[in-house]
């Protein structure tokens, strides 16, 4: 595998995961702008959540069906296109289907940058291609607000958007140039029932937890909605356990460390997935930091995840991959608890501090988990695996969005009257809580587990 390609993969997914947070700090001015309110724009960030959850099943197929790197082009170039729509849209209706095209792009994107990995490289060397894929996650949603914060403040809002142009179609260039084609398989038809009980059930589910946690509208369609996406979920998993070419195969899930990665990994995106949510509302809301101030402060968390993509690969080859996932998601629930004690008199510097070090192990723990999901998977089953830890990801990621957000709403309602410090501490104490779970389950891996994802074999299990 050539060494430009996790590079050439990277950038393309730092644009999507910075795009969609970006406009976070934006969404007043582009409301007004546009004529609605800063409520009601929140569907567009719902919207995009939608679309990822529809089409990233179908990923893998697609991928397979048509080739990786001609699927992979495409996506950008639809989030290319979803971009420019954005930044010319005059309603709050062309602004959300805006955004839905862009998650279409961008649900094709991930999954199959993180294909084209598996494939093209061998196992011993996944964490060192995997370290350079998981910095645009990491980073991607803590530039995301600051950076936004900046153009809308100095330039403009549609600046957030059409700074993706150039960015997009330089890595359709790139993926042209240095992306190899991988092989075509033949993946049989598409599963077309299995696809509208999944896509019907991730949809409903996002856009349901996505309105209980930030309500654009009445908690009560929320409500409804995730309770249709869990039963149009439980659908699905019958039908795809008696279907022989099923969307994604669910028996998969009888691979013990396959099945671990999901769900101990769950729990550590419950836990987190709260925190570009909750974090920066504290800072903005208790500590009386501007959206640009909190944004600095959080960058942090990327300077830690930078040093980690240097360490990554020979820190799982001392400690084994059991011991660097206990550690990882330790520190991870260590440091959720430790937002819930700061309060405004807190040393800013102690804060930076500590986000370093968590930014640190969250990123040796999205490195680690995102190989050991391959760990004991064959090459044929990599596209089934990847499809559905990608959507595992996006669900869980919203869901702890919603449970942050509910347990903030929670307190405040039991109280009355405004935010206050102690909401905020309740809601980090219950993430890191979450979190934590997920550092037991890891425990309870064998000693040598992913043993065959690192170079340095003989260290695994000591």
């Not at 645009?136 to 803590?142: C, R, S, T, V």
């Not at 900046?150 to 330039?155: M, P």
């Not at 820190?315 to 084994?320: E, R």
Request: aromatic residues 12%; neutral net charge.
């Amino acid at each position: 595998m050539s060494r430009i390609t996790p590079l050439i993969l990277a950038t393309a997914l730092f644009m999507e995961n910075m795009d969609a947070t970006v406009i976070s700090t934006s969404l007043a001015a582009i409301a007004a702008d546009i004529g609605t309110d800063p409520i009601s724009l929140k569907l567009a960030l719902t919207a995009y959540l939608v679309a990822l959850a529809i089409f990233i099943p179908i990923s893998s197929w697609m991928a397979d069906r048509f080739g990786a790197r001609t699927v992979f082009r495409s996506a950008m170039a639809v989030f290319v296109l979803g971009s420019l729509a954005c930044a010319f849209a005059n309603s709050l209706e062309t602004f959300v289907g805006a955004r839905f095209l862009q998650g279409m792009g961008g649900a094709m994107m991930t999954p199959v940058a993180r294909l084209v990995l598996v494939r093209s490289t061998a196992r011993q060397d996944l964490v060192a291609a995997m370290a350079w894929l998981t910095i645009p996650g990491l980073i991607g949603p803590i530039v995301g607000p600051p950076f936004g914060g900046f153009l809308t403040t100095y330039l403009s809002w549609h600046w957030i958007f059409l700074i993706n142009v150039p960015i997009g179609i330089l890595g359709i260039a790139l993926v042209s140039k240095f992306l190899p084609e991988m092989e075509k398989i033949e993946p049989g038809p598409i599963d077309f029932k299995g696809f509208l009980l999944a896509g019907t059930s991730f949809a409903l589910f996002a856009f349901g937890t996505s309105v209980i946690s930030l309500p654009a509208l009445p908690p009560i369609f929320g409500i409804i909605a995730t309770l249709i996406g869990i039963t149009a979920g439980v659908l699905y998993t019958r039908h795809a356990l008696a279907s022989s070419n099923p969307l994604f195969d669910l028996r998969l899930l009888r691979f013990p460390f396959f099945r671990s990665a999901v769900v101990a990994g769950s729990f550590f995106r419950f836990g987190q997935g709260a925190v570009p949510f909750l974090f920066p509302l504290m800072l903005q809301l208790i500590f009386g930091l501007s959206p640009f101030q909190s944004g600095m402060v959080t960058f942090a968390s990327a300077v830690g995840a930078i040093i980690a993509k240097f360490a990554a690969n020979r820190l799982f080859g001392l400690m084994g991959f059991r011991n660097a996932l206990v550690v990882s998601t330790a520190v991870s629930a260590l440091g959720l608890v430790a937002m819930g004690l700061y309060t405004p008199d807190t040393p800013l510097v102690l804060i930076i501090a500590i986000l370093m070090v968590v930014g640190f192990w969250q990123s040796i723990f999205w490195t680690g988990s995102n190989a050991f999901v391959f760990a004991d998977i064959e090459d044929r089953d990599a596209g089934q695996a990847n499809v559905i830890s990608q959507v595992n990801t996006q669900l869980t990621i919203a869901l702890g969005v919603a449970l942050g957000g509910g347990v903030l709403e929670a307190s405040n309602a039991l109280r009355g009257g405004e935010l206050i410090l102690a909401d905020f501490h309740l809601a980090f104490f219950v993430v890191a809580g979450m979190c934590a779970i997920s550092t037991l389950l890891f425990m309870r891996l064998p000693a040598d587990a992913g043993h065959q994802l690192t170079r340095r074999e003989a260290h695994a299990g000591h």
